[in-house]
């Protein structure tokens, strides 16, 4: 409940702050999605209302936007390149094993809610594909090795509190 | 006295571990207790030797790469810090034949300088184009930028300074600049190398465009995938402000502009610059049909520029030294340079900025060096992920946008993609028929339909169903497509589709000769 509440007046705050710059929908999206991961279906009406838009307009943006997601992400989003130039480095070799790996495939979170999966097309890290991106870290020539060494670091970080 | 020792912080140097290389340095010198002076400079773009660790000599910058964290201590032992020898020596960075050879305008700064510092952007011939542009009249700017012969580096190709001048001369009290940097193909990092290695040149450039045209807004649309360059572009636009370089009263001229920049949301299709106009709105990124062109009714039915990051980028330099000096490069209608950008299956990955002219042979193998994994190149995609596969029968095709246009490929924005020998033609073909589908915004029937229909119909191929009877069909289905879409990720998708048919019908399954398209 209190959750919600909060998650609310989020939202509120983030649309009232952004609401009149021209075309703000998009930065209240990438606001909401910053803050708490992802847009909750919920607050489709209170964004509505705010930039005197349809739910359906707001929604139809929503959904329109590959980055955009209505469900809580993982704790990580692993987004693995796609497209031609880490195809010819063996990309797709990469892409078996991380689903296998992971035991997920795209669009999907694991069930300890640690990794989710998406695949991305072009990170503009071309010269060293396959390219990798989890949270604003980009990896460069990922191998099936250096994948699992990846997530390892990011497991030990969680053991290791920061100062 | 204190040794100036360059990391770069560009996002692909990182990727191969540039932070830890720093952080390692830093440590190691403080152990040592020794003073440097610790500089992320961005890319020259020689990706295979990064990260690449420079330190300034009396001789020069001295090189060193790829290095990794764990060969920091050893490069300490070796003096590296007084230029001393090391397995991964270099020698001089700038007398690398990669670097040496290529005609470096646009990219003149990136790789030498601080990228968010403004003071060096000034040490290093930044901001003089502006000042020139704001000593003469705003026809007299147009006119240096249409006599460059300066073409939208983005991929259209339309020439920059006729684009300038109908917005000039249409009245509005409102105009706007965007700056596209929505850059979604595939092979491409040049826009990123530029916002993330030299971002006040884009910022200049976009300024000068304002004050050329009359508009006082600039936005950089910017795709969500580069963090790394939105954190850069924003440090950069608020140290320009601070400075009097954006705003009001601009370096005491009276004129006035002012930037920002908006983030995409992982969709291709906003690279699209009526889709791209759409989104900045608020809205789904649906094509909006043209006429009337964005130079008259564009953003919120104002007139506007739209413009690539290289066009933008290349601007300052011209305004600098003259029309004339830039437009002396280049070949044919084709003028100045082009950063082209090496990538795939290459061993010498990187950013190659020359003068239009050089054959994709020459770039492939002099500057490449063939391909990463040793085995013989098979085709090359160049242009992004619309653009055609050229066979080795294409390789001597000079890099110019006619003469790729004459034998139906595309320049496009520079992007090269290297396949070696082992890539399966028809498996692509399908790619790229999958890509459209997913990347279509829906408004039109042949991209939203015929990418699907496409899909399924080179699946059918590749299961070597009815493959004759499939060809033609998708070939027909190609027609559709490239005639009846609104834009070009519909209207282009044939492309590498039917060169991927055309010049390797084997791996669809056939055996005679290929039809001409």
Same mark, same amino acid.
């Given at each position: 409940?209190?959750?919600?509440?909060?998650?609310?007046?989020?939202?509120?705050?983030?649309?009232?702050?952004?609401?009149?710059?021209?075309?703000?929908?998009?930065?209240?999206?990438?606001?909401?999605?910053?803050?708490?991961?992802?847009?909750?279906?919920?607050?489709?009406?209170?964004?509505?209302?705010?930039?005197?838009?349809?739910?359906?307009?707001?929604?139809?943006?929503?959904?329109?936007?590959?980055?955009?997601?209505?469900?809580?992400?993982?704790?990580?989003?692993?987004?693995? %390149?796609?497209?031609?130039?880490?195809?010819?480095?063996?990309?797709?070799?990469?892409?078996?094993?991380?689903?296998?790996?992971?035991?997920?495939?795209?669009?999907?979170?694991?069930?300890?809610?640690?990794?989710?999966?998406?695949?991305?097309? %072009?990170?503009?890290? %071309?010269? %060293?594909?396959?390219?990798?991106?989890?949270?604003?870290?980009?990896?460069?020539?990922?191998?099936?090795?250096?994948?699992?060494?990846?997530?390892?670091?990011?497991?030990?970080?969680?053991?290791?509190?920061?100062? | 006295?204190? &040794?100036?020792?360059?990391?770069?912080?560009?996002?692909?140097?990182?990727? @191969?571990?540039?932070?830890?290389?720093?952080?390692?340095?830093?440590?190691?010198? /403080?152990?040592?207790?020794?003073?440097?002076?610790?500089?992320?400079?961005?890319?020259?773009?020689?990706?295979?030797?990064?990260?690449? #660790?420079?330190?300034?000599?009396?001789?020069?910058?001295?090189?060193?790469?790829?290095?990794?964290?764990?060969?920091?201590?050893?490069?300490?032992?070796?003096?590296?810090?007084?230029?001393?020898?090391?397995?991964?020596?270099?020698?001089?960075?700038?007398?690398?034949?990669?670097?040496?050879?290529?005609?470096?305008?646009?990219?003149?700064?990136?790789?030498?300088?601080?990228?968010?510092?403004?003071?060096?952007?000034?040490?290093?011939?930044? !901001?003089?184009?502006?000042?020139?542009?704001?000593?003469?009249?705003?026809?007299?700017?147009?006119?240096?930028?249409?006599?460059?012969?300066?073409?939208?580096?983005?991929?259209?190709?339309?020439?920059?300074?006729?684009?300038?001048?109908?917005?000039?001369?249409?009245?509005?009290?409102?105009?706007?600049?965007?700056?596209?940097?929505?850059?979604?193909?595939?092979?491409?990092?040049? +826009?990123?190398?530029?916002?993330?290695?030299?971002?006040?040149?884009?910022? $200049?450039?976009?300024?000068?465009?304002?004050?050329? #045209?009359?508009?006082?807004?600039?936005?950089?649309?910017?795709?969500? /995938?580069?963090?790394?360059?939105?954190?850069?572009?924003?440090?950069?636009?608020?140290?320009?402000?601070? =400075?009097?370089?954006?705003?009001?009263? &601009?370096?005491?001229?009276?004129?006035?502009?002012?930037?920002?920049?908006?983030?995409?949301?992982?969709? !291709?299709?906003?690279?699209?610059?009526?889709?791209?106009?759409?989104?900045?709105?608020?809205?789904?990124?649906?094509?909006?049909?043209?006429?009337?062109?964005? =130079?008259?009714?564009? @953003?919120?039915?104002?007139?506007?520029?739209?413009?690539?990051?290289?066009?933008?980028?290349?601007?300052?330099?011209?305004?600098?030294?003259?029309? +004339?000096?830039?437009?002396?490069?280049?070949?044919?209608?084709?003028?100045?340079?082009?950063?082209?950008?090496?990538?795939?299956?290459?061993?010498?990955?990187?950013?190659? $900025?020359?003068?239009?002219? @050089?054959?994709?042979? $020459?770039?492939?193998?002099?500057?490449?060096?063939?391909?990463?994994?040793?085995?013989?190149?098979?085709?090359?995609?160049?242009?992004?992920?619309?653009?055609?596969?050229?066979?080795?029968?294409?390789?001597?095709?000079?890099?110019?946008?006619?003469?790729?246009?004459?034998?139906?490929? #595309?320049?496009?924005?520079?992007?090269?993609?290297?396949?070696?020998?082992?890539?399966?033609?028809?498996?692509?073909?399908?790619?790229?028929?999958?890509?459209?589908?997913? /990347?279509?915004?829906?408004?039109?029937?042949?991209?939203?339909?015929?990418?699907?229909?496409?899909?399924?119909?080179?699946? $059918?191929?590749?299961?070597?169903?009815? #493959? /004759?009877?499939?060809?033609?069909?998708?070939?027909?289905?190609?027609?559709?497509?490239?005639?009846?879409?609104?834009?070009?990720?519909?209207?282009?998708?044939?492309?590498?589709?039917?060169?991927?048919?055309?010049?390797?019908?084997?791996?669809?399954?056939?055996?005679?000769?290929?039809?001409?398209?």
């Amino acid at each position: 409940m209190t959750a919600a509440v909060n998650t609310q007046a989020l939202v509120n705050d983030i649309t009232s702050a952004l609401k009149d710059k021209p075309g703000a929908l998009l930065p209240i999206l990438h606001g909401i999605q910053d803050a708490i991961g992802y847009v909750p279906p919920d607050c489709v009406p209170d964004i509505a209302k705010a930039l005197s838009l349809s739910r359906a307009e707001v929604h139809g943006v929503i959904s329109f936007y590959h980055y955009f997601r209505t469900t809580p992400p993982g704790q990580h989003t692993i987004y693995l %390149c796609r497209a031609e130039s880490c195809q010819a480095l063996g990309s797709e070799d990469l892409e078996t094993y991380a689903k296998e790996k992971l035991g997920i495939d795209f669009h999907e979170t694991t069930a300890d809610g640690k990794f989710s999966l998406e695949p991305v097309y %072009c990170l503009g890290n %071309c010269a %060293c594909s396959p390219a990798m991106q989890i949270g604003h870290d980009i990896y460069g020539r990922v191998s099936a090795d250096s994948f699992d060494a990846a997530l390892a670091e990011l497991q030990q970080a969680e053991l290791e509190p920061s100062a | 006295m204190t &040794i100036t020792v360059y990391v770069p912080n560009d996002s692909s140097a990182v990727s @191969l571990g540039a932070d830890r290389v720093a952080k390692a340095i830093a440590a190691e010198a /403080e152990q040592r207790g020794i003073s440097i002076n610790l500089i992320r400079n961005g890319s020259f773009g020689l990706y295979w030797l990064e990260p690449l #660790v420079e330190v300034a000599t009396e001789q020069g910058r001295v090189g060193y790469g790829p290095v990794q964290a764990s060969d920091v201590s050893s490069l300490f032992d070796a003096n590296f810090l007084q230029g001393g020898t090391h397995a991964l020596s270099l020698g001089i960075v700038e007398d690398l034949p990669y670097l040496k050879k290529q005609q470096r305008l646009t990219f003149a700064r990136i790789g030498k300088t601080s990228p968010t510092d403004l003071n060096d952007y000034l040490a290093n011939d930044g !901001y003089r184009g502006l000042a020139n542009a704001l000593a003469i009249s705003q026809a007299d700017i147009v006119k240096a930028v249409t006599d460059s012969g300066l073409r939208g580096r983005g991929g259209a190709a339309f020439p920059t300074g006729i684009k300038w001048n109908t917005v000039l001369n249409t009245q509005a009290e409102q105009k706007y600049i965007i700056c596209n940097a929505d850059e979604g193909d595939s092979g491409t990092f040049s +826009d990123r190398m530029v916002m993330e290695g030299d971002p006040f040149v884009l910022i $200049e450039g976009m300024t000068i465009a304002g004050i050329a #045209v009359g508009a006082s807004q600039g936005y950089i649309y910017l795709r969500v /995938e580069y963090p790394h360059a939105h954190i850069a572009l924003n440090t950069a636009i608020a140290n320009a402000y601070q =400075a009097g370089y954006l705003g009001e009263d &601009i370096q005491g001229s009276g004129k006035t502009f002012h930037l920002e920049v908006r983030l995409g949301a992982g969709a !291709y299709i906003c690279g699209e610059e009526t889709s791209l106009m759409e989104s900045l709105e608020g809205k789904r990124g649906l094509v909006r049909f043209k006429p009337p062109l964005p =130079a008259i009714s564009g @953003l919120f039915g104002k007139p506007t520029v739209v413009n690539n990051v290289i066009s933008l980028a290349s601007v300052p330099i011209i305004l600098d030294k003259g029309g +004339d000096y830039y437009r002396d490069f280049g070949m044919g209608r084709s003028r100045g340079t082009l950063p082209l950008q090496l990538a795939g299956n290459i061993k010498q990955a990187g950013l190659v $900025e020359l003068a239009f002219g @050089l054959t994709l042979r $020459e770039l492939l193998y002099d500057f490449g060096g063939g391909s990463a994994s040793g085995r013989p190149i098979k085709a090359v995609q160049v242009g992004g992920p619309l653009g055609a596969y050229l066979p080795e029968s294409q390789f001597d095709t000079p890099l110019d946008y006619e003469a790729f246009a004459a034998q139906w490929t #595309v320049l496009g924005h520079g992007g090269v993609v290297v396949f070696d020998d082992t890539v399966d033609m028809a498996k692509m073909a399908k790619y790229s028929m999958e890509f459209c589908a997913i /990347e279509s915004c829906g408004k039109c029937t042949p991209c939203r339909i015929g990418s699907t229909r496409g899909y399924e119909v080179m699946d $059918e191929i590749i299961n070597g169903h009815n #493959v /004759e009877q499939n060809t033609k069909l998708l070939r027909d289905l190609c027609n559709t497509l490239l005639n009846g879409s609104l834009c070009a990720l519909g209207g282009m998708t044939p492309y590498p589709v039917l060169s991927a048919l055309n010049h390797f019908p084997k791996d669809f399954g056939i055996d005679e000769p290929a039809q001409v398209a």
